[in-house]
């Protein structure tokens, strides 16, 4: 495969932006194979934004010879208070049904790298975070405090503040080519490249994804960071989230529900997520009775937006078509955890005695 063809298909949707693809186009001529990272706390249910989008966007790198590793950041969701700060308990889901999330999606463990972030942090890794940090202001790394998913101003334990630079270590760690994440994780990225020369480390490329809106939610595309924080798929909020392994019943019930004002375009939630997890691949298409206008098949975003602002698609009309879609893109998940129903068991056991 050309080198053109391999950063078109790091660009796809979901991603939005690529820091940079000049750089991007010089790894794939000095590499056949570089090395990717993702990383993930361990806090509950996997949602679409978690799960899908990350499966999407790997497939597409995989398909261009990356070799792609989803790191489950065990100390991080500690150190975050997520799953009432059990950490054998956060490991156990860990490797349990958050790393089967992603398999039942389409990554197995024989082309995906699994990593529990505790089991490579040696002597190495901890003076690597420590030069992070002595290279690092007390400001800045409050700064990077929004990918905990938290605002600067909230409250945070001291612990807080060695978050950013563990993540930061990470990369390093993993020797990683190319780190992947959502728009909310960009400060800590551009922290890792900026820092990389005073460490004697490689400046890794930086690939972006979009972030999926709460149901219940309105978030702009290019959204502030306050806007992340408070709007985006939440799985501390049921209804505003679509979870991987949910049946069809549910997530139309959800889709039923979201916010979708007729004509308004700017920050519905189903815009996006037609945009983001159907028109990459193929066609949306519109089943309605011809009283209503007929079938309608739309080819692209511009399409999907000019018919939505004018009118000639009604809101019910849109939802029904990104809920059927996104059933027949979750059937694997489904029938993955129906077969393997001890996974959701451990998740429904952690979450009764937390």
Known sequence: MDIGKKVELAKRAPAIELVTEEELRGLFEAKAHPKHYIGFEISGYVHLGTGLMTALKIRDLMEAGVKPCIFLADYHAWINGKMGG?????????????????????????????????????????????????????????????????KESDALSSAAMIYPAMQAADIFKLEVDIAHAGMDQRKVHMLAREIAPKLGEEKPVALHT?????????????????????????KSVPDSAIFVHE???EIRRKIGKAVCAPK??????????????????????IERPAKFGG?????????????????????????????GELCGMLKPAREYFEKHPEYLKEMEKMRVTR
């Open 86 to 150: 059990d950490l054998e308990g956060i490991r156990k889901i860990g490797m349990g049904y958050f790393k089967h999330a992603f398999v039942a999606l389409g990554l197995p463990e024989d082309k995906v790298r699994f990593v529990l972030a505790s089991e490579i942090y040696d002597e190495d890794y901890w003076k690597m975070v420590l030069d992070i940090m002595r290279n690092t202001t007390t400001n800045r790394m409050l700064r990077c405090v929004t990918a905990m998913g938290r």
């Open 210 to 234: 979009g972030l999926l809106p709460g149901l219940q939610s309105c978030m702009r595309m290019n959204p502030t960071e306050d806007e992340v924080i408070e709007a985006k798929m939440s």
């Open 247 to 249: 049946s069809e019943a």
């Open 264 to 285: 308004a375009v700017e920050g519905n939630p189903m815009l996006q997520y037609a945009e983001m997890l159907v028109l990459r691949d193929r066609p949306l298409k």
């Open 295 to 323: 079938d309608l098949e739309i080819a692209d975003s511009a399409q999907l937006r000019k018919e939505f602002a004018e009118g000639k698609l009604h809101p019910m009309d849109l939802k029904n078509a990104v809920a």
